[in-house]
């Protein structure tokens, strides 16, 4: 179910976000299109691992909970090479792969040595879908199948007589040999791409792989991406790719295209394969895009070769850290730098420089904005509380309120609960506005943000991250499709968390280290391959800056001193 904020109340508040840079879709949700192109060349013949059955009968159970990976057109035939007669029926590949965590293998006595049952048991802990995306599992369920393994003779393979029909694959063996694909699809009208995460085998050939990319696209976004998003691509398109001359698509589709939603497909496609050099969209056959790769990049939200810079406040002063310059009160290049304010708690910039400030004043928190620091102005309306402001675009804030995420227009001082969180303590918004992470309850969230034809904020059903990290106390963005939780699991206090839940990456170095009260990171570069973290990450313990590298904390220090300080941020700006 979609909660609906109507922002009726708020018109001011309404147009600021239908009037945005980062746009939304504003017609019906979006239609599940034909299907993939077929009309594809043949694999170009990369040599993945092959698992296959063995002498020995434990391995050859664990390598068929291994061999529904790779290449799903030909998933059936890996899977019978394991069988007698070689013509299983297997479970619809739209019934997806269960995944099953902790698979114990046990070989049951037997005196026929020709003949063996095997008992494989775990937790099934979600599916991996036909469309490349994974559903976790909200508890995981009991898995326990027992196989009937035979030969002719002791050095032959071991065949199976008896086998379940429902395809399942070693969830270990899935996180190990499983990488990023996200699938990109159009956010409304404006030029902007959110992200619909899903995971392709890496072994796959360059071929075999846009292949299967290329067939997800062909497809709405999930329903978490949908409501943020659009497919641009009309339903009952068809096409075909060739990478003659450059990369080109030709599709045809079902209805006439505007220049603009060609612009729209030829990004999604060029995000969505990872191409780069010339690329050429045509529409039964004419032209309709055309240029570098490259031409394309300010579709994501995510500017290219972030400075490795975060910035602190400490003494009611913004400070600066730089992997370069160390830390400093002053900079020419970042006018924030430097800016004091007396109860001075939160800061944000946001496009264009803007600042927002969250002030401690007498009668309670206060939000300041302005285009400088020189123009700060306190923005009425609002309760007690305030903390982590943030950025949606150049006229619209958004603010924790007494616990609750609250948008604001500064120039018109329109408020309006965003209709997620009723008791939040810390929030991060995602680049490209259209996810927001926050913390209530000791848990992590992530819920996703559009704007329907009425301009009302649309607001998905909110997705725990991490189900088994408790006390969160904060959360930033590591990249698209992954967060940074502070929380605890066992021993563990910091980690990387892919918004699906279907990777959960410990901090080295965490352990035992001092509890984690805050957090702000860079996103990743989403054009490097597989990336996950982006750089720098700051975290605050006991009132203490430390740097978070791949082999853990590092403390920031300021000459031969530790440096102290609170709330944390970047800048999401190019150099």
Same mark, same amino acid.
């Given at each position: 179910?979609?909660?609906?904020?109507?922002?009726?109340?708020?018109?001011?508040?309404?147009?600021?976000?239908?009037? =945005?840079?980062?746009?939304?879709?504003?017609?019906?949700?979006?239609?599940?299109?034909?299907?993939?192109?077929?009309?594809?060349?043949? *694999?170009?013949?990369?040599?993945?691992?092959?698992?296959?059955?063995?002498?020995?009968?434990?391995? =050859?159970?664990?390598?068929?909970?291994?061999?529904?990976?790779?290449?799903?057109?030909?998933?059936?035939?890996?899977?019978?090479?394991?069988?007698?007669? @070689?013509?299983?029926?297997?479970?619809? /590949?739209?019934?997806?792969?269960?995944?099953?965590?902790?698979?114990? &293998?046990?070989?049951?006595?037997?005196?026929?040595?020709? *003949?063996?049952?095997?008992?494989?048991?775990?937790?099934?802990?979600?599916?991996?879908?036909?469309?490349?995306?994974?559903?976790?599992?909200?508890?995981? @369920?009991?898995?326990?199948?027992?196989?009937?393994?035979?030969?002719?003779?002791?050095?032959? /393979?071991?065949?199976? *007589?008896?086998?379940?029909?429902?395809?399942?694959?070693?969830?270990?063996?899935?996180?190990?040999?499983?990488?990023?694909?996200?699938?990109?699809?159009?956010? @409304?009208?404006?030029?902007?791409?959110?992200?619909?995460?899903?995971?392709?085998?890496?072994?796959?050939?360059?071929?075999?792989?846009?292949? &299967?990319?290329?067939?997800?696209?062909?497809?709405?976004?999930?329903?978490?991406?949908?409501?943020?998003?659009?497919?641009?691509? /009309?339903?009952?398109?068809?096409?075909?790719?060739?990478?003659?001359?450059?990369?080109?698509?030709?599709? *045809?589709?079902?209805e006439s295209i505007t220049d603009e939603t060609a612009e729209a497909i030829a990004a999604q496609i060029v995000w969505s394969l990872n191409l780069s050099g010339d690329f050429t969209l045509t529409t039964d056959g004419e032209v309709r895009a055309e240029g570098d790769a490259s031409d394309w990049r300010n579709w994501n939200a995510i500017p290219p070769n972030l400075p490795e810079t975060a910035y602190f406040i400490a003494d009611n002063t913004v400070w600066e850290y730089s992997s370069e310059r160390g830390v400093t009160q002053r900079s020419s290049e970042h006018p924030w730098? @430097?800016?004091?304010?007396?109860?001075?708690?939160?800061?944000?910039v946001g496009p264009q420089g803007r600042i927002a400030a969250v002030v401690a004043g007498s009668a309670g928190d206060v939000l300041q904005t302005g285009a400088t620091t020189a123009t700060m102005r306190e923005v009425v309306g609002l309760g007690g509380s305030l903390s982590d402001p943030q950025w949606l675009d150049d006229e619209t804030v958004l603010v924790i309120d007494d616990g609750v995420p609250t948008l604001v227009i500064p120039s018109s001082g329109a408020t309006q609960a965003l209709g997620v969180g009723q008791q939040a303590t810390a929030m991060a918004l995602a680049?490209?506005?259209?996810?927001?992470?926050?913390?209530?309850?000791?848990?992590?969230? &992530?819920?996703?943000?559009?704007?329907?034809?009425?301009?009302?904020? =649309? &607001?998905?059903?909110?997705?725990?991250?991490?189900?088994?990290?408790?006390?969160?106390?904060?959360?930033?963005?590591?990249?698209?499709?992954?967060?940074?939780?502070?929380?605890?699991?066992?021993?563990?206090?910091?980690?990387?968390?892919?918004?699906?839940?279907?990777?959960?990456? /410990?901090?080295?170095?965490?352990?035992?280290?001092?509890?984690?009260?805050?957090?702000?990171?860079?996103?990743?570069?989403?054009?490097?391959?597989?990336?996950?973290?982006?750089?720098?990450?700051?975290?605050?313990?006991?009132?203490?800056?430390?740097?978070?590298?791949?082999?853990?904390?590092?403390?920031?220090?300021?000459?031969?001193?530790?440096?102290?300080?609170?709330?944390?941020?970047?800048?999401?700006?190019?150099?």
């Open positions: 179910m979609r909660r609906r904020t109507s922002l009726a109340a708020a018109a001011a508040l309404g147009a600021a976000w239908a009037l =945005t840079a980062c746009g939304i879709p504003t017609d019906k949700a979006p239609e599940v299109v034909s299907d993939a192109p077929t009309d594809f060349d043949s *694999s170009s013949g990369a040599n993945p691992t092959v698992y296959g059955p063995t002498e020995v009968a434990e391995e =050859t159970v664990a390598n068929f909970f291994k061999a529904a990976s790779g290449d799903p057109d030909s998933r059936d035939d890996r899977l019978n090479s394991f069988t007698v007669d @070689g013509d299983a029926q297997f479970s619809e /590949p739209s019934e997806g792969i269960r995944l099953v965590a902790s698979l114990d &293998v046990a070989v049951n006595d037997s005196s026929d040595l020709n *003949s063996v049952t095997v008992t494989v048991t775990g937790s099934v802990v979600g599916t991996y879908l036909e469309d490349g995306s994974v559903r976790m599992d909200a508890t995981a @369920g009991d898995y326990e199948e027992t196989f009937t393994l035979q030969r002719k003779e002791i050095a032959e /393979p071991w065949k199976m *007589s008896a086998l379940p029909v429902r395809v399942a694959l070693d969830y270990s063996h899935f996180t190990t040999m499983y990488e990023q694909a996200p699938v990109y699809f159009q956010a @409304g009208p404006a030029e902007l791409l959110v992200p619909d995460l899903r995971w392709v085998y890496k072994e796959l050939d360059a071929e075999t792989r846009q292949r &299967v990319v290329f067939s997800w696209l062909f497809a709405s976004p999930g329903d978490f991406a949908g409501v943020s998003a659009r497919n641009a691509i /009309p339903n009952g398109t068809v096409g075909e790719r060739s990478d003659e001359d450059g990369f080109r698509v030709d599709l *045809s589709p079902s730098v @430097g800016y004091k304010a007396g109860g001075l708690q939160q800061v944000a680049a490209d506005g259209r996810r927001l992470a926050y913390v209530e309850g000791g848990h992590a969230f &992530v819920a996703p943000l559009g704007l329907d034809a009425d301009a009302n904020l =649309t &607001v998905g059903d909110p997705r725990r991250i991490g189900p088994d990290i408790e006390n969160v106390t904060d959360v930033a963005w590591s990249s698209e499709n992954y967060l940074w939780v502070a929380g605890e699991r066992d021993d563990e206090q910091l980690f990387r968390v892919a918004i699906d839940n279907s990777r959960i990456v /410990p901090q080295e170095g965490t352990g035992t280290f001092l509890p984690i009260t805050q957090i702000a990171a860079n996103p990743a570069d989403p054009t490097r391959p597989n990336a996950d973290r982006g750089e720098p990450v700051i975290i605050v313990a006991s009132q203490t800056l430390y740097r978070v590298y791949t082999s853990g904390p590092s403390e920031i220090s300021n000459g031969d001193h530790p440096v102290g300080g609170t709330a944390p941020f970047t800048v999401l700006s190019a150099p």
